[in-house]
Nanobody, 114 residues
């Protein structure tokens, strides 16, 4: 059973930064599709950023220029560096892995105060 464990969330003031981590219980070296999603209360879960096995990245418009996704295959970990945070970034952030099937972590809460 694949497990994804997110960490790094917290409460931060607007303009601040957080770095989220997603540790996988298996090797992610050949996993082509890993990403971060978020879900705010009353809203649908949405893609924030994704990264392929060759390092290609994709971002939601709301994340471009502020967030950076990266992966460390040796540590089986995917990161999301979030800078210039805004109150509208407040949500629960989930790690997702697509490897024959889709796996989700339990999420980590990010709260940005104004």
């Amino acid at each position: 059973q694949v497990q994804l464990v997110e960490s790094g969330g917290g409460v931060v003031q607007a303009g601040g930064s957080l770095r989220l981590s997603c540790a996988a219980s298996i090797s992610i070296f050949s996993v082509n599709d890993m990403g971060w999603y978020r879900q705010a209360p009353g809203k649908q879960r949405e893609l924030v950023a994704s990264i392929t096995s060759d390092g290609s990245m994709d971002y939601a418009d709301s994340a471009k220029g502020r967030f950076t996704i990266s992966r460390d295959n040796a540590k089986n970990t995917v990161f999301l560096q979030m800078n210039s945070l805004k109150p509208e970034d407040t949500a629960r952030y989930y790690c997702r892995m697509s490897r024959w099937t889709v796996y989700w972590g339990q999420g980590t809460q990010v709260t940005v105060s104004s």
